[in-house]
Structure formats: structure tokens, C-alpha cells
């Protein structure tokens, strides 16, 4: 059976091994023939769970809480050369074999072990699988598409064709592909530990996966300055919730995609570090010095990685305890040598509240303060950015749209900054307009009813081993799924010709919903408001004329943009 295995199958269940081995366990199990699978990180396995939209790091973290690491179990130098199967694992990976013969492929390869997983439905990690949506039809249906449009045949695996037997004396006789460590990948990492932790900015602007920049040529530019000085070249991000601190760090990354920076940072990598999963996990003493070592390891040896740090006030404290370093002390004497590259962002109360005091960390660090967005340049912002909004809700925004999100909110919800609170009410007022207009044809609903009672019937005829009318319903249920993906293809296809509008109103009664303020105050145009101001003062405060106008005097100009937006709108004494 080993023989049959493809190279890339080999590195992974070296992969697993290793994994075990990591995680202090004395055996191997199909959690960490999981984790040999999205460490490899490629491969048909891979390309299905991405297809199904699936976040690989997401999984991986939930893998690993299926089986915490157990660091009281010392493994010898006997036991990693066999560590043992658990029958879950050792029946998926001898049954590999009669997958990929079903199959007709030649070798055994990533996605018969991924099927061969999920043949098993009392398995712990075939349970997180589903939850997730990803089942055995799923990933066949998948495979089948991948090996289609490769111009390969493929055959139909049957129901019947795998028993609920234990796997027979003669499969155990068979060697065990764990007494091996298996070929090398060809294709290895340089920072695994850093990929594991962390997401590539670099890899996801050419992937096309970061929205655009718009603006903030100012920060970024002060940014690249920083980071091309000799020494002292960290910048840090700061300030409020909202303002587009990571936004910059993106914008770092598509410039550094498109080579429009300087010559020392061509082929830089800007890289996110999520100091959540670092810590996550770390019971014992002596665990995330271990991670964090490794992390510095690896940043030391690749001087081409930008480490990009949110919330980087987290990393004072974080995974200290009694007699043990925190993050930020691991940190400072490589960024005092130049050993490594940090961008860090913050806001400003953290920022006093943790950096400013530790003087140490502070001084390693160059600033740069991050206004909010004004209303015009939130305005085009938004504008660069609709574009995907529209794609993914299948709506339209008008102009007058646009210019109310941000001029709402910016009234409105004063609590929170430009240009996040009017991308937040783009957002809604999108997706609200799309919800409320779905309207699915019956043609639609009446094939996947009788999809999902043929795929019942099939599956009761399968039990009673009546192969033959299951075959006859199994032609019946692709029959009705290649109808029945006509007819979705067809309805996509009218929808976005017939985009629906999102109008003023829709954004009004979005920002109404997310403020609790009454939809007809906030619809209600500035000048009417402003002109029936006095009379509705003058209701409520009898016999004082003349100071009534002299505060709405006031308030109309500063509503009328006569006035610095940064100072108060007016200063008054009342004496009587």
C-alpha cells in the first residue's frame, strides 16, 4: 500500500507525525492526519477545502482543539520511530487504496485520504468536518468537478462498495507508512511556525484579496521612510477605532506587490502576526517562550519579513506569568539589534496606557498618529470600494447613497470614526436591500424538494442492499442536480442583470436601525431642520427671545460649515 502512495501523501502523513509528536502524543490519529494535510498546505485535498470556502488557519486552530497538546507525555526515541495508529486512522488509510480504485486512479493521492476521513461519521474530527459543511458528497462532488475538468475519467464510487467490517489480518499484515518518515516536500516553507501563526499581506495582495487603498498617501509613505532607516525603523500605527490602521499595512503590502516602493523594500513580506493563537493553548510554563522563540527564530532568519502586529498594546503581559518573560520583553532586544522588522498599531489610550509607561519598548518605536478620514475623502473612498460590495450583494448604489452613509453616520454616530462607520452602513444598506428583495422561483424550490427525497430513497434502498434501484435513484438524483444547477445558473444570471437600487431611504433607515434614532428626523433634510429650530426651542422656552437666537444662530453656523469642525460648536454664559 505504501507503494501506492503518492509523494505528497508520504510528506503528509510525515507531516502527521511530526504533528503528534509536537502536541506530546504517543499515537496518531485522524486529527493529526488533518494537520499533516493543511500543514503540506497543497495538493487536491487542499484545493477542495479551498473551493468550499473553507479558512485553512480557522480549521487548523480547531483541529488542535480536538486533541490539546499534552506536554506531560515524554516521547522516546524508540516510540517516534512507530508511533501507533488509532483504528479510526488505520482504517482510513487502508481503505486509501480501494478509494482511489473506485476511482480509477493510478496512485493514491490528498483527497482519497481527505474521502476516506469522512467515510467514518462517529469520528471526532469527520464531526468538526460537518459542522464546518464539508461531508463526504461535498468533497466527492468536488473531486469528481477537479477530475472532470482534467480531462480524466472518472467512475461513480458506490455505497456498497465500502462494508462496515473491521479492515481484514491480510490489510494488517501491510506495511505501516508511520515506521517511515517519508520523501521531503519539494515544496517546503521557509516560516512554517510564522504561517501557522500568522497570514502573508503580501500573498493576499496578489491574490487579489485586500481591498483597495484609497488615500492615506501621507501615513504609508511616512511608513516606508521608517521602515528604510537603519536603525530605529519600526513605525507605529496611532490611532482611534476605525480610522484604517491596518488598512495602511495593507496598502504597504499592494504597494510592495506593484514595486512602488523603495529599492530596500522590493521582495519584502508583510506579515500579520495573530498573537491570540500564540498564546492560545500555553497551560504550562515554558510553552509560548517555546512559540515565541521559534517565531523570532524564524523572523532572524528571513530579514525579508515586515512583521505587522495589531493591537499591539497585547503583547505587554501577554503570556507572562510569574517568573517568566512576556512577549514584549522577547521583543525588545531584537528590535534594539535590527534583527527584525515591526509595524505596530494602536490606539491612543492604549498606547499611554501600556507603551508610553514601559520606556524601553516605547523608544524602539517611531509614531505615526492616523486621523480619521475628513467627509470628502471618506466619500471617495468609498467610491473606489463599492464596487465589491455591489458584486457581492448584486445591488446598485447611487451617488446620493454614498454620500448619505457617510454624512449619516458622521452626524449621527459620533462615537465611532470615518471612515469604518460609513463602510459599516454601505455594508448594511446593501445587504438589506438584497435580503429583502430575494425571491426564489418555485422551479428552484420544487427540484431541490425532490432532490432531497431522492437522495433519502436512495439512501434507505442502499440499507436494504438493493443495488439496482439504487442505481436507477442515483441516475435520477444527477439528473435532477444538473437541472437543478441550470436553473440556479439561469436565476444568477437574471438577478444580476436585474440589480436592485440602494437608495438614500435604504441607507437612512439603516443608520436609524443601527443608532435607534426615528427614521423621519434622520430623513428629514439639514435646512428644515435648521429653520424650524427657533419655533421649536421658543416651544419649549417661554420669554427668552433673544437668547434662543443667539444659540441657534450659533448651531446654524456651524451646520453651515462656517466654523472649525474641530472646535466646539459654541461657548455661552447665562445670567439671570
Known amino acids: 500500500m505504501d507503494d501506492n502512495f503518492s509523494p505528497r501523501v508520504k510528506d503528509v502523513i510525515a507531516f502527521s507525525k511530526e504533528e503528534a509528536l509536537r502536541l506530546g502524543h504517543d499515537f496518531i490519529g485522524t486529527e493529526h492526519l488533518m494537520l499533516g494535510l493543511l500543514r503540506d498546505g497543497s495538493g487536491k485535498a487542499i484545493d477542495i477545502l479551498s473551493a468550499l470556502d473553507i479558512d485553512l488557519n480557522h480549521l487548523r486552530r480547531k483541529v488542535e482543539i480536538l486533541s490539546p497538546a499534552n506536554p506531560n507525555i515524554t516521547v522516546t526515541s524508540n516510540e517516534k520511530k512507530n508511533l501507533h495508529l488509532t483504528r479510526q486512522a488505520e482504517r482510513a488509510l487502508k481503505t486509501t487504496f480501494l478509494e482511489a480504485k473506485l476511482f480509477q486512479s493510478t496512485s493514491i493521492n490528498t483527497a482519497h485520504l481527505l474521502l476516506c476521513i469522512l467515510r467514518n461519521e462517529n469520528d471526532p474530527t469527520t464531526k468538526l468536518l460537518n459542522k464546518l459543511k464539508v461531508d463526504y ?327 436494504k442492499q438493493k443495488y439496482e434501484e439504487a442505481a436507477k435513484l442515483r441516475d435520477d438524483e444527477k439528473r435532477l442536480e444538473k437541472d437543478l444547477a441550470l436553473a440556479q445558473e439561469k436565476w444568477e444570471e437574471e438577478t444580476k442583470q436585474h440589480r436592485e437600487i440602494v437608495t438614500e431611504d435604504n441607507v437612512a433607515d439603516v443608520v436609524s436601525m443601527m443608532t435607534g434614532i426615528p427614521v423621519n428626523r434622520i430623513a428629514q433634510t439639514e435646512s428644515n431642520k435648521l429653520a424650524q429650530l427657533p419655533e421649536l426651542i421658543k416651544g419649549k422656552v417661554i420669554g427668552q427671545d433673544e437668547a434662543v437666537a443667539k444659540v441657534v444662530k450659533a448651531i446654524q453656523r456651524n451646520r453651515a460649515g462656517l466654523k472649525d469642525p474641530n472646535k466646539p460648536i459654541g461657548s455661552f454664559i447665562f445670567l439671570g
Open 137 to 463: 458528497d461535498n468533497v466527492k462532488e468536488q473531486f469528481k468537478f477537479m477530475i472532470t475538468n482534467e480531462d480524466d475519467f472518472i467512475d461513480e464510487p458506490k455505497a456498497e462498495s465500502f462494508s462496515d467490517d473491521e479492515p481484514t489480518e491480510d490489510d494488517d499484515a501491510k506495511q505501516n507508512p508511520f515506521g517511515q518518515t517519508g520523501s521531503k516536500s519539494t515544496k517546503k516553507s521557509k516560516t512554517p511556525v510564522l504561517d501557522n501563526f500568522g497570514r502573508d499581506l503580501t500573498v493576499m495582495a496578489e491574490e487579489g484579496k485586500l481591498d483597495p487603498v484609497v488615500g492615506r498617501e501621507k501615513e504609508i509613505q511616512r511608513v516606508s521612510q521608517i521602515l528604510s532607516r537603519r536603525k530605529k525603523n519600526n513605525p507605529l500605527l496611532i490611532g482611534e477605532p476605525g480610522v484604517g490602521k491596518s488598512a495602511i499595512a495593507e496598502g504597504l503590502a499592494l504597494r510592495i506587490v506593484k514595486r512602488k516602493v523603495s529599492r530596500i523594500l522590493f521582495n519584502k513580506r508583510v506579515v500579520t502576526l495573530d498573537l491570540a493563537s500564540l498564546v492560545a493553548g500555553t497551560k504550562y510554563r515554558g510553552q509560548f517562550e517555546e512559540r515565541m522563540k521559534a517565531v523570532m527564530n524564524e523572523l532572524e532568519k528571513n530579514d525579508d519579513i515586515i512583521l505587522f502586529i495589531d493591537e499591539i498594546h497585547t503583547i505587554v503581559g501577554a503570556g507572562g506569568a510569574t517568573g517568566s518573560l512576556d512577549a514584549s520583553n522577547m521583543f525588545k532586544p531584537a528590535l534594539a539589534r535590527g534583527e527584525i522588522q515591526c509595524i505596530g498599531a494602536t490606539t491612543l489610550d492604549e498606547y499611554r496606557q501600556y507603551i508610553e509607561k514601559d520606556g524601553a519598548l516605547e523608544r524602539r518605536f517611531q509614531k505615526v498618529i492616523v486621523e480619521p478620514t475628513s467627509v470628502e475623502e471618506t466619500i471617495e473612498i468609498l467610491n473606489n470600494i463599492k464596487g465589491k460590495y455591489e458584486e457581492h450583494h448584486n445591488v446598485d448604489y447611487t451617488d446620493e447613497a454614498i454620500e448619505a452613509c457617510v454624512k449619516l453616520t458622521n452626524r449621527y454616530m459620533t462615537e465611532r470614526f470615518l471612515p469604518d462607520k460609513a463602510i459599516d452602513a454601505l455594508d448594511e444598506a446593501g445587504s438589506r436591500v438584497h435580503i429583502t428583495n430575494i425571491d426564489v422561483p418555485k422551479q428552484i424550490l420544487e427540484l431541490e424538494k425532490k432532490l432531497e427525497e431522492v437522495k433519502e430513497t436512495k439512501n434507505t434502498v442502499v440499507k
